[in-house]
T-cell receptor, first 113, second 111 residues
Framework: DADVTQTPRNRITKTGKRIMLECSQT?????MYWYRQDPGLGLRLIYY???????NKGEISDGYSVSRQAQAKFSLSLESAIPNQTALYFC????????????FGSGTRLTVV | QKEVEQDPGPLSVPEGAIVSLNCTYS??????FMWYRQYSRKGPELLMY????GNKEDGRFTAQVDKSSKYISLFIRDSQPSDSATYLC???????????FGAGTTVTVRA
């Protein structure tokens, strides 16, 4: 099984719908992140959490919310999806210290029509 | 101006060539520099990690950091078709802080 699992892998939804992307990890890391990736813009941080009781906004949090249900689970919600939220979404985890890098999931490709 | 600038390419080279990738950044407070590799339909994975200025070598990969010029580079020697991927630079202010990523450069190594 993958260290970081994202569900679903692909999703098409309609404008105005609420959608949740889920992430679970078996790395035992305290830190979890949600990024979106767009061509030419790279990875941009949406939200991050350094432990279960800690939630922080990233650079592009408007229109998104998160829930850290447990150390291993971090979900991202789009309350009312809009077309410019069409992107590839990645969940990542890390230990303290950057030397071991982030562990990324395989991504969720979201299309809002 | 974006904090981290990276030419998206694409870059196409023949097998065995040297691949040269680079990023520039605007914030001199960045001290930790990384390169991630991302294969199609996969998440990025850490390739190289360096602290402050200098060079670091790992097999066919060499990472260079020039803090005076706010410029980092990744060189891939004897490139292979399996090196075809998107390469993202990333950097951070401290060893315990979130990363800022470049846009990524897509590289194709032709057999």
């Amino acid at each position: 099984d993958a260290d970081v699992t994202q569900t679903p892998r692909n999703r098409i939804t309609k404008t105005g719908k609420r959608i949740m992307l889920e992430c679970s990890q078996t790395k035992g890391h305290d830190r979890m992140y949600w990024y979106r990736q767009d061509p030419g813009l790279g990875l941009r941080l949406i939200y991050y959490s350094f432990d279960v009781k800690d939630i922080n906004k990233g650079e592009i949090s408007d229109g998104y919310s998160v829930s850290r249900q447990a150390q291993a689970k971090f979900s991202l919600s789009l309350e009312s999806a809009i077309p410019n939220q069409t992107a590839l979404y990645f969940c990542a985890t890390s230990d303290t210290g950057l030397g071991y890098g982030y562990t990324f999931g395989s991504g969720t490709r979201l299309t809002v029509v | 101006q974006k904090e981290v600038e990276q030419d998206p390419g694409p870059l196409s080279v023949p097998e065995g060539a040297i691949v040269s990738l680079n990023c520039t950044y605007s914030n001199s407070a960045f001290q930790y520099f990384m390169w991630y590799r991302q294969y199609s339909r996969k998440g990025p994975e850490l390739l190289m990690y360096t602290y402050s200025s200098g060079n670091k070598e790992d097999g066919r990969f060499t990472a260079q950091v020039d803090k005076s010029s706010k410029y980092i580079s990744l060189f891939i020697r004897d490139s292979q078709p399996s090196d075809s991927a998107t390469y993202l630079c990333a950097m951070s202010f401290s060893n315990d802080y979130k990363l800022s990523f470049g846009a990524g450069t897509t590289v194709t190594v032709r057999a």
